[in-house]
Every structure is written in C-alpha cells, then in structure tokens.
C-alpha cells in the first residue's frame, strides 16, 4: 500500500502494550514541540482504550524493562515540553476512530514518524 509503516519489523513483534505506549510518546514528539516555548506544564489528557497502558502512563511505573526505558524517554519529554499527561481509560467501541487509525497503520498506510 501507501506510505511507510508505523514500526519496524522488530517493532511489530512486540507486545501490543508497548506499541501503543510507545505510540504516545511519538505522538507527542511530532505534533507538541509548541509546548517548549511555553512557561507554565500544561496538562493533557489522553482517552486509551488499554488499560494496561492507562495504569502505566498514570503510575509512570512497569515491571517490563522494555516499557522502563520507554518511560523513561517519555518522562525525559514531557518534563521538556513542559506537559503533565493524565490517561483515562474508555471502552474500544468509542474509540473506533483510533482504533481504525492504527488499523491503517498496520496495512501501512498512515504513519506517526
């Protein structure tokens, strides 16, 4: 199909978790550098439809030594864009626009990067 894929081919074997987790934080790398110039943390809230991601965005804490390192890029990030991040869980079946988004990103044809 269309343009590049979303994660390397390595990057597709893992866990869902840790894509999606990771997905955040490339989210806020491409589309949030305006936060740097700005003085005051800036809050956002994030809707994930993975709870697990939820917990470990909210607790910013995992037993998973891959999702550690992920964390600890992206708390390195937000501390530099001067933003607070909140997860709030709800169901897959209002998220269907996102989950259709990362759908297309499976098929190749949307990207983050």
């Not at 933003?83 to 897959?92: C, G, M, N, T």
Request: glycine share 4%; proline share 4%.
């Amino acid at each position: 199909m269309g343009g590049p894929r979303l994660w390397e081919t390595e990057e597709r074997a893992e866990p869902i978790t840790l894509q999606e987790f990771k997905a955040v934080r490339l989210l806020l790398q491409k589309h949030f550098a305006s936060f740097v110039a700005r003085a005051e943390t800036r809050p956002i809230l994030l809707h994930e439809d993975n709870k697990a991601v939820v917990h470990i965005l909210n607790a910013m804490v995992s037993s998973s030594r891959p999702m550690m390192a992920e964390l600890r890029r992206l708390e390195v990030m937000l501390r530099i864009l001067g933003v607070k991040l909140e997860a709030r869980w709800i169901p897959s079946a209002v998220n269907r626009y996102a989950d259709t988004l990362s759908r297309q990103c499976e098929q190749g044809t949307s990207v983050l990067r």
